[in-house]
Nanobody
Framework: QVQLVESGGGLVQAGGSLRLSCAASGTIFRLNVMGWYRQAPGKQRELVASITSGGTTNYADSVKGRFTISRDNTKNTVALQMNSLKTEDTAVYYC????????????WGQGTQVTVSS
């Protein structure tokens, strides 16, 4: 089992910055993808950004150039630096860890609220 604990959400004005962090613990296979998803009220959960254990990143078009995902494989942590925040970034942000080998798995954190005010 893997546990994911997020931190760093909060309230910020438009144009401001926030940094989300997620720490993974438990049995973590070396080859994995860690990522951040978000879900706004009345909307489906969507991918914000992901990063493989090898460092390959992927971003949603809506956050490219504003958000940066990073990870520390030695500490099993992933972070999301969010700059130039917009009101439409308001959502609950969830940390996620996926593996394919040696077993397929999909773990989620409890979520952290990010609210961007105008």
């Amino acid at each position: 089992q893997v546990q994911l604990v997020e931190s760093g959400g909060g309230l910020v004005q438009a144009g401001g910055s926030l940094r989300l962090s997620c720490a993974a613990s438990g049995t973590i296979f070396r080859l994995n993808v860690m990522g951040w998803y978000r879900q706004a009220p009345g909307k489906q959960r969507e991918l914000v950004a992901s990063i493989t254990s090898g460092g390959t990143t992927n971003y949603a078009d809506s956050v490219k150039g504003r958000f940066t995902i990073s990870r520390d494989n030695t500490k099993n942590t992933v972070a999301l630096q969010m700059n130039s925040l917009k009101t439409e970034d308001t959502a609950v942000y969830y940390c996620n860890l996926k593996t394919v080998v040696p077993v397929r798995s999909d773990y989620w954190g409890q979520g952290t609220q990010v609210t961007v005010s105008s």
